[in-house]
């Protein structure tokens, strides 16, 4: 692939994807969203990659839309922005359905698109110093990036508004309180923790947890019955797996287990 904004490279089985305009705070344009797009897509059919890591270069780990950019777009700008959404927008439905974990790692501050991404990670650990705030409306604008489908969700109807209408910032502590992040450790560690998450779940049972992870996103959408019949045939198809077997078998005889992903 040849990027310009992003860097990218599998290393123990996890895709380490790295936001690379620290002098643009990583603000979201139009090739920023083509290269996303395409490391996504080349993680979803990359059997060699178990886990995603994803972090950013520099004290921004995005500061939303390339603004800069989309006023020197003058009369072109409607017709920019619609392109480019279909890459960001796309990058997001391939880093969503794709069985594999995606971890990320926030340091310094995530806003409009920055936090629309925040929102569609797996799982985000953050900084101390971390803040976050959906600054969409202050530029006259309304939300993209999917936030609408995956904030409330995460947070509640009632503080997805808050964050939108207000633009209030919320620091680290909030956003892990409110549940839009999972764990907030000291900044100098963020990037550390995100690769030793996603390196133990590439070493781990890798099918299991990709197809936890699709089941789980299914359920949220499901009735009660049809999420009952989807868990009951995957976990059966699960105990028929090298993993599932190995697991089972090490709990039994007290060991500890060598998952190889199969």
């Given at each position: ?28 344009n ?61 990058a997001?439905y ?80 909030e ?20 690769a ?8 781990g ?51 500890t ?6």
């Amino acid at each position: 692939m040849n990027l310009s904004t992003i860097n990218y490279e599998v290393r123990d089985g996890v895709g380490h994807v790295r936001f690379a305009r620290p002098e643009a705070a990583n603000a979201v344009n139009p090739a920023f969203s083509t290269d996303l797009r395409h490391v996504m897509l080349e993680i979803e059919f990359d059997d060699a990659v178990k886990a995603v890591s994803v972090t950013a270069e520099g004290k921004v780990f995005c500061a939303g839309g390339d603004l800069k950019e989309f006023h020197n777009a003058g009369d072109g700008l409607q017709q920019l922005a619609a392109g480019m959404l279909v890459d960001f927008h796309g990058a997001i439905y391939h880093m969503n359905r794709m069985p594999k974990p995606v971890i990320a790692g926030v340091r310094g501050s995530a806003g409009g698109a920055g936090l629309s991404l925040v929102s569609a990670f797996d799982l985000v650990v953050c900084g101390e110093s971390a803040k976050f705030t959906m600054a969409y409306t202050r530029a006259g604008v309304t939300p993209d990036g999917t936030s609408t489908y995956f904030l409330a969700r995460h947070i509640g109807l009632r503080r997805a508004l808050d964050l939108t209408l207000t633009n209030r910032v919320l620091s680290a502590s909030e956003a892990e309180s409110w549940g839009l992040v999972n764990r907030v450790v000291p900044d100098d560690d963020v990037d550390a923790a995100v690769a030793e998450m996603a390196t133990t779940m590439a070493s781990g049972p890798s099918w299991a947890l990709g197809h936890a992870k699709r089941i789980l996103y299914q359920g949220y959408e499901s009735s009660l019955e049809t999420a009952g019949e989807a868990e009951g045939a995957l976990i059966a198809e699960s105990m028929g797996t090298h993993d599932g077997k190995e697991g089972i078998a090490a709990f039994v005889q007290r060991r500890t287990p060598s998952f190889d992903g199969s």
